[in-house]
């Protein structure tokens, strides 16, 4: 297994930037594809970024696409969500996460098997 420890999350105004970090254990970090979701107070977890074991392969949810990008050093065990013209609407807790399937990029929750603890992220209006 693989733990993950997420973390640069904030409070910041709109328009403003932030990269989330997400820290991973074991030997192992290049067999996992990575996800980023989000939940927001009295909402569903959404997807918002994935990317492959390599990093070749990447999506995104349409809110975010052109604004986030996900990226990972699997040198650093480590993937990344830089974050641009963030809004109030972004504001939610971040979780990063880890699937097995590492050639394919997906958003369905249910194909990751392993989840950090989350990292709050505010936009403030």
């Known amino acids: 297994q693989v733990q993950l420890v997420e973390s640069g999350g904030g409070l910041v105004q709109a328009g403003d930037s932030l990269r989330l970090s997400c820290a991973a254990s074991?030997?192992?970090?290049?067999?996992?594809?990575m996800g980023w979701f989000r939940q927001a107070p009295g909402k569903e977890r959404e997807f918002v970024a994935a990317?492959?074991?390599?990093?070749?392969?990447?999506l995104y949810t349409n809110s975010v696409k052109g604004r986030f990008t996900i990226s990972r050093d699997n040198t650093k065990n480590t993937v990344y969500l830089q974050m641009n013209s963030l809004k109030p609407e972004d504001t939610a807790v971040y979780y990063c996460?880890?699937?097995?399937?590492?050639?394919?990029?997906?958003?369905?929750?249910?194909?990751?098997?392993?989840w950090g603890q989350g990292t709050q992220v505010t936009v403030s209006s």
């Open positions: 996460a880890a699937r097995r399937s590492y050639v394919r990029v997906g958003g369905n929750p249910n194909e990751y098997d392993y």
């Open positions: 074991g030997r192992t970090f290049s067999s996992y594809g």
């Open positions: 990317i492959s074991g390599s990093g070749g392969s990447t």
